[in-house]
């Protein structure tokens, strides 16, 4: 007898979409939050997202050549503080690890807000030759920022993240190892994520504390506001010269390497959430779905359905698919409304007309188009509907992100679309931080970043009148 | 033109063993020390075989059905304390944090010595029914000690891990989690890095703080000495009823779930280096090694020479081995070193005259063993060769085993056994701690457990000479 289980209802999100998000992570069991103030908990499912995400990831990383290490979690006071930027950007939000068991520190320790100091500090003194260069690192683990508001995925004490740290022999290897990482951002957004991107430049404000430049994938959620996805920097020769990491040249004299860094974290899931969720819940892009295919069997009391059920998903799982069955003694209405809300990217049902018929039902998340298809054609047609998942996601995120670019050619103005329309602002801009700070106190935006596509809107900046040749992304950033 | 490159020596094992180990340690390239005390860097290369360990028993752990999660790293010291024999065995060896940015914090926060805590206030708010028993977790995170003294991989302030965190309905059930999950260890150490294990039970004197019983798997090193390989808790319901976490029973009512811990670290990489290496470096079992096969062309100049070896290269790649070429301008003998300092568990070499002939020598590094075959057999023949290295170096760690067991009837046999022979020394145990205590303070070993396979040496224990009906293994513990 089929147990009447009460749906879970989630905030719709035109009525508020930070409750639809927090509402989300907790009833996919995503998150919870820890008994510690601002930290949170990654559940089995919501670490699974991760770890498809890490396993993508990392794969690309090693196709180009970096290799995983793993550096110590705390840093002495004194070796952050060697560069002066990066310690002025970071120390102010770091945990101070003061006491050691039984002993109190001569100096405290920082938890890893970020790990360019280790880095440097090991290469100082395992680095001789160009001939070992590049040295191409990276690491996965948490770091701690003591934020003040925190929000799952997108803002918390701690997180988890890659961070890629690299030395090269030149600047141009360097820039271009930058540049190919931040493609490979972009294409994990794009091609894995389902989630199109604006890259560009940072700028000086709002770049990454220590670097000589910045770039980054800039995505817009469903509320049109903008999430930084991720981020890579060169840093020239300035950590190199600050942490006295040296080499011998081909010259036959002492160099310093060319640096990079680069990183990508669980707002990830974040991101996705917000990209591409509704009011029934999570909507995941198939190739980081923990289920990528649930499979339901109809009147499963019934003789032959739930044999019929367990042979479509062996079949599925045999081609290569992260499958799973739902015969729970739930309602049907209830396992529906529960794989939704999960995000699972599609369902399969099918009941005992069916198996008469030989065809069972595809329902995709995203859109809810039921296909009937042969039980021959299986395999093929749940892939088939798994890369239209993949497709309609990327289509109506691209969507979203075209029609939310608006030209502004004053704060104002940048200030009224933004309220009325939201999304980016895009204006030309002299490249003063002075108006930077305007559109910050006048019209409650941040710049995004300086587009490598660019598009000349006039010649005057938005914001003091004064000649401009760049034009710059604003948003109201998660 | 050759280049001589000076190849690296290290101590030998029977000059000083732990010279010896720390020379492999950084000779070859698995870790380097931070600059803080007591810290390590793994290096790309021991950071490899570590996902090597990682990726096969991940897979282990889900084909039992757990689930990997993370949880936050800081535990508040009120929560910490929740259990008093867990807080007085890890609290003196914690690393607290006392400031979080500018605030001092009101609490300060462990870094987590071990997870049992935050598991247990997790499930105390998210666990309701006994339809969500068992719950199966695991994590893979880094940990912090704060030890006195420290070695690479056995002992160091930080080390990465995994711990594994499941509660059951019922003890039985908990209790097989913990037979499951040690069998699963033992699997581990003589199947994957071919060292053979003694499984018992440990004394009440060196089980878990906190747990009912603590099971072990106990291993051998070349010096004879003995290494607790990994261990496996369980903790009936005592660390449930100190931290609140209930589920409704199938009666209704409210009960207390059963528990279970265990947990394997970066020291089983310690345990490989001193369990197979020699006084050329490290010699790694072929399924953790991060290079299987190594193909090194010998007069590389010639024509046709390289050609040929990466044509090797790439069919061995196609046959799923792991597999480089070093075509460096390195001499033949350096590189010979090189790659058995690291340990690659089979060298190929390719001449011009074993072009003319269509053969080729593989080269096994656990026993030197040479053996030339056709070129059309090579991924069956490097594959047989891998398989061998495997129980070539199974077979003698096991002889090194069981030729080192001695069985003794009094304290002063024993000692006189560890000293003149080394290695487990067996005896019978009246179960009293201060016969515990009096082989510890007078024959300086500890004991190391009841092994399951029990053998009645004699009615009487070893140490007072009471009635006893338990054999327990002694030894000097790394």
Known sequence: MAKEKKVEQITDMEVDFAQWYTDICRKAELVEYASVKGFTILRPYGYAIWENMQRIMDGEFKKTGHQNVAMPVLIPESLLKKEGELVNGFAPECAWVTQGGSEELEERLAFRPTSETMFCDHWSRVLHSYRELPMLYNQWCS??????????????????WQEGHTIHETAEEAMAETEQQLNCYADFYEKVLAIPVVKGRKTEKEKFAG??????????MK?????QGATSHYFGDKFSRAYGVTFTGRDNKLQY???TSWGSTTRMIGAVIMAHGDNNGLV??????????????????KPGVLEAASALKERLA???????????????GWKCAQYEMKGVPLRVEIGPRD??????????????????IRLAELEEAAKAQLELVQKGLYEKAKINLEEHCWPAFSVEEAKKLQEEKGGFIKTMWCGDVACEQKMKEEA?????????????LSDVCACCGRPAGKMIFWGVAY
Chains 1, 2 share one sequence.
């Open 143 to 160: 770091v701690i920022r003591w934020e003040k508001t925190t929000r799952p995925f997108l803002r918390s004490r701690e997180f988890w």
């Open 257 to 259: 390497p060319f640096q």
């Open 355 to 372: 198996i008469e018929n030989g065809q069972c039902v595809l329902v995709r998340r995203n859109d809810g188009e039921k296909t009937v």
């Open 444 to 456: 409650g935006m941040s710049s995004r970043c300086l587009p490598f596509e660019q598009e000349k």
């Open 284 to 301: 995941l892009p198939p190739q980081i779905a923990p289920i990528q295919v649930i499979i339901l069997p109809v009147a499963q009391h």
């Open 211 to 220: 670097a000589e430049a910045t770039y980054t994938v800039e995505c817009m």
């Open 223 to 227: 509320d049109h506001k903008a999430l």
């Open 318 to 332: 045999a081609a290569g698919l992260r499958v799973q069955m739902d015969d729970s003694d739930n309602s049907m």
